[in-house]
C-alpha cells in the first residue's frame, strides 16, 4: 500500500517562521488525515545555508564567468570537496535541530506514528520560500 504526505509551508524562515500542515494519505483511503503545527523562524539556519552554498558547494562548480587568461587556484578539489561535505553535514544537523522544535512536535509525531523507517512513502513538500527549497530534506 502507497501511502503520500504532503508538508505544507506557508512563511519565511528569516523572520515569522511557518505554518505548517501535514497531510496523509494512501491509495486505498478515501479521506485525507491532517495535522497542523509551526516551525519558528531561524535566521541563523537560513545565515548559514546562504554561506554554504556561496562559500562551499558553489565552490566546487566551475566559475560563472570567465576572467581572461588569468587561471585562479583555489587548492585541490578534493580539499574543497570534503569541506563541502562537512558544511552539508553541519547545515543538515541545523536543520533536524530546528525540525525537532516543540511547535512542530504533532507532525513529527505523526509522522511516525504513520510511517515506519522501511516505508515507501512519497513526501511532497510545498512552499514559496526559496531557502527551504534549498535544505537537504531528503538526507
Request: proline letters at 4%; hydrophobic letters at 35%; one cysteine or more.
Amino acid at each position: 500500500m502507497a501511502k503520500f504526505a504532503i508538508l505544507d509551508l506557508d512563511g519565511d524562515l528569516q523572520q515569522q517562521g511557518f505554518r505548517a500542515t501535514l497531510e496523509i494519505s494512501s491509495n486505498t483511503a478515501r479521506h485525507l488525515r491532517k495535522v497542523k503545527g509551526n516551525l519558528p523562524p531561524a535566521p541563523e539556519l537560513a545565515s548559514y545555508l546562504h554561506c554554504h552554498w556561496l562559500e562551499k558547494y558553489r565552490n566546487l562548480g566551475s566559475p560563472a564567468r570567465l576572467e581572461g587568461q588569468k587561471i585562479i587556484r583555489k587548492g585541490s578539489i578534493n580539499q574543497r570537496r570534503e569541506e563541502c561535505k562537512q558544511s552539508a553535514q553541519a547545515l543538515r544537523d541545523r536543520l533536524i535541530a530546528w525540525l525537532a522544535s516543540e511547535s512542530f512536535r504533532d507532525i513529527d509525531r505523526r509522522l511516525r506514528e504513520e510511517f515506519d523507517r522501511n516505508d515507501a512513502i512519497a513526501l511532497l513538500l510545498r512552499t514559496e520560500d526559496p531557502d527551504l527549497q534549498k535544505l537537504p530534506w531528503g538526507e
